[in-house]
């Protein structure tokens, strides 16, 4: 589990933008769909430290996602 004082997992993607549950399964933080529309409808993930509660949001390179203690920031896939 990451602690706030280390560096957040980067998690590269090809587009402009993840929707957040595709985000979460690409990072490996969830086993499945099933799992990430969960854990996000129970206010259990953050996109820039604010509470998201849609699975569908969009995420771009340079935001910071927490889920479960760890933090994940989105980076364009060079």
């Not at 699975?55 to 479960?68: D, E, L």
Request: proline share 6%.
């Amino acid at each position: 589990m990451s602690s706030p004082l280390e560096p957040p997992l980067e998690v590269p993607i090809r587009d402009q933008s993840i929707r957040l549950g595709q985000l979460l399964k690409l990072a490996g933080v969830v086993d499945d769909g099933a799992m990430a529309r969960s854990v996000i409808e129970l206010g259990e993930v953050t996109v820039d430290g604010a509470v998201e509660v849609r699975r569908g949001a969009q995420v771009r390179p340079g935001q910071t996602v927490g889920y479960a203690g760890q933090r994940l920031t989105v980076v364009t896939d060079a």
